[in-house]
């Protein structure tokens, strides 16, 4: 999601993201292609700015930025923070700045996640909430349908301190739940524990999760992150479920699961704690996702398998974000960091919107695996029976062959006689 950020005086649009928790921008130095046709800060227009010889290298899951940290005057919205840490990028890669029009990236994750050292100033998240009392000590989010820099036409919002009144004013409408911690206090990702997830009401059976202490998978809210990423096998798991009829395929050279734009699956995420957890549905055009690259009626599945998540067993992006208000609460003195979500999504809405955009769905309904079982053995069972069928058909014609050598040795002894 885009917004606008002046740094020393200078504005540019920036990505919010909350899947990371540094600040920077593109220098006038980047002549990279990354670089190329967006605004550049430039440090001879600032008289505030103050350059430090710490490098600053940032990889993500996809992409990386180099560069150098300095402190500089931050201002969002009616809020100026001086003296912010941030980093002047020098090099970036696989960003795709020069095609979003954006010049960098806000991240508003906690402070342990940042790849500047802390050594070097307070990340822009806890100088933010240094603004607050308790009440107001939170951010909010709803990512729209509509990404736009032209903000007459974008359906996104994002607060800080305040809820945005065209959605709610109520907080009590939010389920919340306290960020997910490996240990008391040390908090790096926006982090839900997930319960479950249903196609059509049958439950996908998960992995358990990698995260050290976790109960069950946890789920990483980046609004940096377009689609939702998990692991290969309850991936290919959730594929082949709604795959029946033929509508899903994975693409081998592209590396991505594929789905026929027409297919109409009712999609629930349920998240929280086991005592209050909420079940949150997917609007259908987010799982047959017609924003990417769409061919002779294939549109890019909006669940995609990345095994390289390292902040959490799955990445909830866009996909999903865009069917909840989202408030990300720091931490009060009386309680720890919490996420509230406020559902936005009517099922039964969002199927009607979706058939009428995309027409009937012809596919038989989706079919869970048996439980217990995943996608990796179901594809080690079809090999086995191709094995066996195979041993089968050799056992058969050695069989025909020492059968037909028999007979022809005793039709030629009869000869003989």
Known sequence: MPLICSIGGQEFWITFD?????????????????????????????????????????????????????????????YEISSQTFALANQTSGLGLSNTGNSGILGLSFPPAASIPLTSGTPILDNLFAHFDDQHRFFAFKLGRNESQDISYSDSSLTIGELDSSLTNDTSQFVFTPVFASTPDEYDFWKLPIQQITINAQVLPLSRSLVRGAPSPIAVLDTGTTLILGPTGDVDAFWYAIGTGGSTKYNQETQTWQVRCDRAVDVRIKLGNSDTAKEYPLHPEDVSWAEGETQDGWCTGGIQANNGVDSGDWLFGAVFLRNVYVVHQGTTSSNPPMIGLLNTTDPSTALAEFTSSRGQDPAPPPSILRPGSSATEVRDTVATCVVCGVCGFLIGVIGIVVYRLRQRRRTQGQVHI
């Open 18 to 78: 909350t899947g990371s928790s540094d600040l920077w921008v593109v220098s006038s130095d980047c002549t990279d292609p990354d670089c190329l046709g967006i605004t550049r800060y430039s440090s001879s227009s600032s008289s505030t700015l103050t350059l430090s010889d710490q490098s600053f290298k940032l990889t993500y899951l996809v992409g990386s930025v180099l560069g150098t940290v300095g402190t500089e005057t931050v201002t969002l919205g009616p």
